[in-house]
Structure formats: structure tokens, C-alpha cells
């Protein structure tokens, strides 16, 4: 595989159209190259900003092997992408973050699994083929406990809380396809995560670690930095950075942990992608995770993670989301992001908002009343 970069004026081929392929395409345009976006729904986020696009399914050979002609290098939005698709684009182009990230963080078994052989503890978790396995798993982790679907599973869909033994039966039939995940309740003190950066020539690099806070199982907010301590923080981005490495990653990643009462941080889950918890770097870090992501696909040396503010980030979701609009546009103080979505459904992602503040200013536990003003 060439090492050289991308001349400016390449295209870089999007598989996916949502508001991460929308991102990534303005960040691509900004480092001088255009993009195609492939994806089977007209009108995505992401072509509403790109050189070209492609309608079509994602197992459309003839479409794919096309697309493939006019496109530098592909890579990805989201990491559900069939593998029929890249068995049809690998021997064409260059597809980066490359097959094994995306075959691991596919599949909770195989992540869960990874996770734990490089080194990131996680928690108690079962693989579940059938209610019986079900019901020992329950017998072995205890109750409360999470039952997943092992496969397309995010923003809280495809999964379920057991609190008691009869909400094993119900939950088993409802979630598909089988098999499933059983994990074991964490009872945690904060959710963070991680965003790091690796390139083609190996370089790897690490966003500082941020703090979320979810509602109705979707990310709300992010505070850059984590307001933990240094060495929870430093795990988190070392963590991060070894996982890139040992899934050969190219492009931009994010690790989700739970951090316990006691300072254990245990690994929740991989994206091999720009993540939700990193959309604050679009305004307070020189070079945001979209523009890596677009450099490490490109060839291009990696861009500084410097944070120089403090950022408060708040998802913009659904009609409640958007009532804000007003408000926050008129908010000198405030960047608004938003996705060129039209209907502004219940539970989606409609933009977000970042709201900066003097490096140290979320450090130590300052008040969310203040920090929260107009987000």
C-alpha cells in the first residue's frame, strides 16, 4: 500500500451519508479535497455538502465497483458497513480505517473480546444463544442486567435492562437477530471517552478525555476535559491509543468506559469513526477530529490536539432540540452545528452546540448552573 499522500484534489470516496459523512466532508474540503458520498438514502446529510454522491445499497456491485473508479481511497461514517461491501471494494481502492477495525467493533462478542486481550479491563459479560443460556448467565452476573443485540445496536435500540426473572422471557423474544450479550449492571460513577487518531504511518495521538451525560439512552452532553482526575484521564487516552494500534486503525476512533467509585475505568465500547463525544473539538482544538480522520485516510501527518478552551457540548435532538435554535444562534458565545435534516422527529440528532470557555474553567468541579447558561 503507498504511504505518499494524497495530492490535493483527490477524492475521498464516504461510505454513509449521516451528519458524521456531512462532517468529515467539510473537514475533507478545508484540507483541499472533494468527496463522494455513497449511501442508499437520496438526499443524506452528507451529500448535501459533497462533490458527488451515489444512491444505491450497499451490496450493489456494479454500483460499488463505479463508485470505486472515481474515488482515491473509501472510508466509513459508521461501522456497520456488510462485509460484502468490502470484499466488492477492497481489491479496487484503498479502504481505510481498514477490515479488522471494522469486523471487531461490529460485533460486541468480538469487541468485548479485543478489549480485554489489549489490555482495557471490561465488565462481566456472557454470550447468550438461547433463553437457557440466558437464564444460567442471569444465575452466574446476578440482576440487574443488560441484555444486547450483538450487531447494529446504538443510541439505546437493541438492548434492555432485566431487573427481574420475569423480564428475561420477553426481552429474549423481542431483541434479534440471536445471539445476544448479557452484561453485567455497572454501577458507575461517569461515563467518558476517548477520542484518538492514528495515521498511516502508525502516529497515534489522543484528544484529551471528556465526561458524558446521556438522556433516554442518547449522548446529551460532553464536558472537554473530564472533570476526573489526571491519571483516570491519562488511562482513558492511553487506552484509546493502544486500541488504535492493535486494530491497525486508520483514521479516528473513540473508547466509551464507565469509571467506578474507585477509579477503575472499564471499556464499554469502541466507534472506529468520529464520535458524538468528540464534536466539541470542532471549536476548541486546531485541528477538530473530522479534519484527522480526513488526514490519516489522506496520508497526511496528523493535526495538533491541543485543547485551547475548555468546551461544553449539547446534542440539539429532535423537536426539543430545535426549539433552542433561536436562543442559541443569537448567543455570541455559542458555535451551532446543525445537519441539513429536515423533519425534526422525536429521538434525532438535529445538530449540536458548543459552548467554549478558558482553559481550567471546568477543572475541579465548577457548577453546571453557570456552565450551563443558555445550552
Known amino acids: 500500500m503507498s504511504q505518499a499522500p494524497l495530492p490535493p484534489n483527490a477524492t475521498i470516496g464516504i461510505l454513509g451519508g449521516g451528519q458524521l459523512g456531512r462532517m468529515s466532508a467539510l473537514a475533507a474540503a478545508e484540507l483541499g479535497y472533494r468527496c463522494h458520498v455513497y449511501a442508499p438514502d437520496a438526499g443524506s446529510p452528507g ?12 451490496e450493489d456491485a456494479e454500483a460499488l465497483a463505479a463508485f470505486a473508479a472515481q474515488v482515491d481511497v473509501v472510508t466509513f461514517e459508521f461501522e456497520n458497513v456488510p462485509a460484502r461491501t468490502l470484499e466488492i471494494l477492497r481489491p479496487l481502492v484503498p479502504c481505510r480505517p481498514g477490515e479488522k477495525a471494522l469486523a471487531v467493533c461490529q460485533d460486541r462478542i468480538l469487541e468485548k473480546t479485543f478489549l480485554a486481550q489489549a489490555g482495557v479491563p471490561v465488565a462481566p459479560w456472557r454470550p447468550v444463544r438461547s433463553l437457557e443460556e440466558l437464564q444460567a448467565a442471569v444465575a452466574e452476573l446476578g440482576l440487574p442486567a443488560v441484555l444486547k443485540t450483538t450487531r447494529l445496536g446504538y443510541d439505546g435500540r437493541g438492548q434492555a435492562v432485566l431487573r427481574a426473572p420475569e423480564d428475561l422471557a420477553p426481552a429474549f423474544e423481542r431483541l434479534r437477530p440471536h445471539p445476544l450479550i448479557l452484561e453485567a449492571f455497572v454501577p458507575f460513577a461517569q461515563e467518558i471517552s476517548a477520542v484518538a487518531a492514528r495515521g498511516l504511518d ?6 484529551d478525555a471528556v465526561e458524558n451525560r446521556h438522556h433516554h439512552h442518547i449522548l446529551d452532553l460532553s464536558f472537554a476535559p473530564a472533570r476526573v482526575p489526571a491519571a483516570v484521564a491519562e488511562a482513558a487516552r ?15 476512533l473513540a473508547v466509551e468506559f464507565f469509571l467506578l467509585p474507585d477509579g477503575t475505568l472499564l471499556g464499554n465500547e469502541i466507534a ?7 464534536h466539541w ?8 477530529q473530522f479534519h484527522q480522520h480526513m488526514r490519516a485516510v489522506a496520508g497526511l501527518p496528523l493535526g495538533g490536539v491541543e485543547r485551547h478552551s475548555d468546551a461544553v457540548m449539547r446534542n440539539l435532538v ?9 436562543a442559541l444562534l443569537g448567543d455570541a458565545g455559542v458555535a451551532v452545528h446543525l445537519y441539513g435534516k429536515g423533519e425534526a422527529r422525536e429521538g434525532r440528532k438535529m445538530g449540536h452546540a458548543n459552548r467554549l470557555f478558558p482553559r481550567g474553567t471546568l477543572e475541579g468541579g465548577a457548577k453546571d448552573a453557570a456552565l450551563l447558561a443558555g445550552l
Open 281 to 288: 473539538t470542532m471549536d476548541a482544538c486546531a485541528a477538530s
Open 202 to 207: 502508525g502516529q497515534a495521538v489522543a484528544y
Open 238 to 252: 492511553g487506552h484509546a491509543m493502544r486500541v488504535a494500534a492493535e486494530l491497525e486503525l486508520v483514521g479516528v
Open 318 to 326: 429532535g423537536p426539543e432540540g430545535m426549539a433552542k435554535l433561536p
Open 47 to 58: 451529500m448535501l455538502v459533497s462533490a458527488a454522491h451515489t444512491v444505491a445499497g450497499y
Open 272 to 278: 472506529p469513526r468520529p464520535h458524538n463525544s468528540g
